[in-house]
């Protein structure tokens, strides 16, 4: 991420070219020792209102994990053809686990 990117369910990054805005995040996490769930609701004015759902989760397995993103940018104007949809998902093994082998 960089210090320009306002996350908003279901919007690309950079999708909005803009200087003013304002965006609010809220949801819920549940989590355990090896997996996590969550949701989230993106609300704001990004030259105009928008608005995005998301649905978050995890799992952790030894040195591996598993992310992943589910995003409906339903309240984010777009043109005809283009998808509210978003899909994120990370498989991940840290270098301090490849490094011990």
Request: hydrophobic share 45%.
């Amino acid at each position: 991420m960089t210090p320009y990117d306002v996350p908003l369910a279901g919007a690309a990054w950079l999708e909005f070219r803009v200087e003013d805005y304002v965006v609010s995040r809220t949801g819920f996490t549940a989590s355990s020792e090896q997996a996590w769930v969550g949701a989230t609701l993106d609300a704001g004015t990004v030259g105009g209102g928008v608005w995005g759902l998301a649905a978050h989760g995890g799992w952790t397995r030894g040195a591996w994990e598993l992310e992943g993103s589910l995003a409906w940018g339903g309240g984010v104007p777009r043109q005809d053809g283009v998808s509210p949809w978003s899909l994120y998902l990370m498989i991940e093994r840290p270098w301090s686990a490849i490094r011990a082998q």
